[in-house]
């Protein structure tokens, strides 16, 4: 796997309505797209594996890398999927600052939030994102398919599986947010509409079966993409060039479709490139 030529990197801090200091990495791109990336749970700018990701994009556009509450350089404590589209919204608006399109481009819990930001609070604005891409997102929480998934349960759920998550992950977990999930992303893809929205699952994703981008894929108005990828696994981590530059070079196509008339049929299944 090659490393992306590492473009100039501008630190940003910005402060969500709640009043929570969040940290930004900001990659110049070309063209008028600027994709707000927002990586998944104990994951952050500080990643090797974000930063790759991050560098892969800006050849296509431009990048904002947004820690979630709890993770990297930011304060607060993440409330696992809750509260985050406060943060994806204030890196939105620093993004719009600057730039006449934005994406938000989520993996993984960081998919779960683009997906409630778009749905929650697009529909309270005058301009709303230009697109939005889930990357292993789960369609609902709390999924326990999966030995990773449980094991992950285990980490956020319990006082000493917070505890290690602190020390080992570097990633602090609000005590209550595993008692009080908020509504699943499926419950609230369909009001992501007329924005284009795409969906995108690993075949391999060893923590999220492709059930979950199926399940999200049909909830969803106009227009929609669904991509099962073979071979990819789950989230940044997994990720590799060749994905990331069909994402890149997709944006102009998919940002376009958000001006196009909506379709009668809801939740109809567009190729890929």
């Not at 490393?3 to 940290?23: E, M």
């Not at 947004?66 to 204030?90: C, I, K, P």
């Not at 509504?183 to 075949?203: C, D, K």
């Not at 909830?219 to 071979?231: R, T």
Request: proline share 8%; net charge neutral; aromatic share 4%.
């Amino acid at each position: 796997m090659s490393r992306p030529p590492t473009p100039s990197v501008r630190d940003v801090d910005v402060v969500t309505a709640d009043g929570i200091r969040l940290h930004l990495a900001e990659l110049a791109g070309p063209g008028p797209i600027a994709v707000v990336l927002v990586p998944g749970f104990s994951c952050s700018w500080d990643k090797p594996f974000v930063q790759r990701v991050a560098c892969w994009l800006a050849a296509h556009a431009a990048v904002v890398t947004v820690d979630l509450r709890g993770h990297g350089r930011s304060g607060g404590r993440s409330t696992l999927g809750a509260q985050e589209v406060l943060d994806v919204d204030a890196a939105v608006a620093h993004a719009r600052s600057s730039y006449e399109q934005v994406v938000t481009l989520g993996f993984s819990m960081g998919g779960g939030s683009v997906l409630r930001h778009a749905a929650l609070l697009g529909e309270r604005t005058d301009e709303p994102v230009d697109a939005v891409v889930a990357i292993s997102a789960a369609s609902r929480w709390w999924r326990t398919e999966t030995r990773p998934m449980r094991r992950l349960h285990l980490l956020a759920g319990t006082a000493p599986g917070r505890l290690a998550t602190r020390f080992a992950l570097h990633t602090r977990v609000d005590r209550g947010a595993a008692e009080d999930p908020p509504t699943p992303p499926v419950a609230l893809v369909e009001r992501i509409s007329p924005t284009p929205l795409l969906v995108v699952h690993g075949e391999a994703d060893p923590y999220l079966t492709t059930d979950n981008a199926r399940e999200l894929h049909g909830a969803a108005g106009e227009p929609s993409e669904l991509w099962i990828v073979p071979g990819y696994g789950h989230a940044e981590l997994a990720l590799d060039e060749a994905l990331a530059v069909r994402l890149g070079r997709h944006l102009p196509t998919l940002v376009a479709r958000g001006v196009r008339p909506r379709s009668p049929a809801a939740g109809a299944t567009m190729t890929g490139p």
